[in-house]
Structure formats: structure tokens, C-alpha cells
């Protein structure tokens, strides 16, 4: 019963992963091609196309530095009441799973999105100057999305791997900065939430 119990637990893990990946990669794809299809101008598809590459480039430095990350240094910080450093525990203490959220999720998220926005910025381009070659601006266009997403990782990961703890820390700042922004009764009700939770762990133990 004890092996099933966190068997069960992963199955349903990848069952949330699955749905919520679906369902954000289609409500991120549709709200993108409808926005990039308005736009008259080229310019402003092209700066919300760098947006999403650079969402792409920011969660996978936060998911890679939230595994290297260390812990009792924000156990030291958020003993002190340091702002932001509980918030960056949690990410630290949850690496596996920042990391499949930020990495993988958001990451093939914002690349598919990434991908058909730039299918959306050459139909555009093709309408306004006919004349262009469709293959190799087709090439051009994939090749570029390609080229700065994986040099964008690549830079990325070492400052993620390099300077961990201050990644994370910043996350943390930004992540407690969001949370005071909420409605008082939001997160009055996460805290209840969570003092379940803790009661729940607290019986099963």
C-alpha cells in the first residue's frame, strides 16, 4: 500500500502535466496567432515574437539554477525574514519539479508558440512583398527562432549554473512581490490551504 500510495501520486503528477501543457500550449497558440495576426505592423510581431523566445529563456534559467541552488542558504535568509527567501526555499526544496515546469513545460510551450508565430510572421511578410522567396524565408524564419532560443539557453544555463542562489533569489523577490500584489482574501486563503496541507502530512506521518 505504501509503494502505491506515491505511485498514484506520480500518475496523477503526469496526468496534471499533460493537461496543463494541452491546454496552455492552446490558449497560448490561439491568443498569440490572434494578436500577431492583427498586428498591421511587422515590427511589433517581431518584438512580441522576441517576448515569447525571451519568457522561453528566463524560465529555463530559473528552472536550471532552482536544481543547483542551495538550500541552506535560503533556510539562512528566510530564518532572518529576508523578503523573497521563503519563496525561493520552496523553489529550491520543489527543484524536479521547477525544473519540469519551467524547463519542459514552458519551454516546449513557448517554442511551439514561438514556432507558429513566426509561420504567422512570414504569411505577413509574403502578403506585403509577394516577390520573396516562400521557401528560404520560411527557412530563414525558423533557422532565426531556432538560432536565438538555443543561444539565449545556452548563455542562460551558465548563469543559472554559475550563480544559482542569486537566481533564485531574484525569483523569489519577484514571486513575494506578486504575492502582496494579490487581494487580501487570495492569500488568506492560501494560507489556509496550506495549514491543510501541513495537517494532512501531519496525520499521515
Known sequence: MGNNRPRGAFVRHLLFVLAGT??????????SE???????AVGLAVGFLFLIIAVNIIFD??????????????????????SGASEGLWLVRHADKVANFANDIIGDVAGTVAGALGI???????????????????????????????????AGKR?????PDQVIFLAGR??????????????KKRALNRKGRQFERSRAG
Do not use: D, H, Y
Open 61 to 82: 534559467i530559473v528552472g536550471t539554477a532552482a536544481t543547483a541552488a542551495s538550500e541552506p542558504t535560503f533556510n539562512a535568509m528566510a530564518a532572518r525574514k529576508v
Open 159 to 163: 548563469l543559472a549554473v554559475s550563480e
Open 22 to 31: 494541452f491546454t496552455a500550449t492552446v490558449s497560448c497558440a490561439l491568443v
Open 34 to 40: 490572434t494578436f500577431v495576426r492583427r498586428m498591421e
Open 120 to 154: 504567422s510572421l512570414m504569411t505577413q511578410v509574403l502578403v506585403r512583398w509577394p516577390e520573396l522567396n516562400e521557401l528560404w524565408l520560411n527557412i530563414l524564419v525558423t533557422a532565426a527562432i531556432a538560432s536565438l532560443t538555443v543561444v539565449g539557453k545556452a
Open 174 to 187: 519577484i514571486m513575494a512581490a506578486w504575492g502582496r500584489m494579490r487581494p487580501p482574501f487570495w492569500r
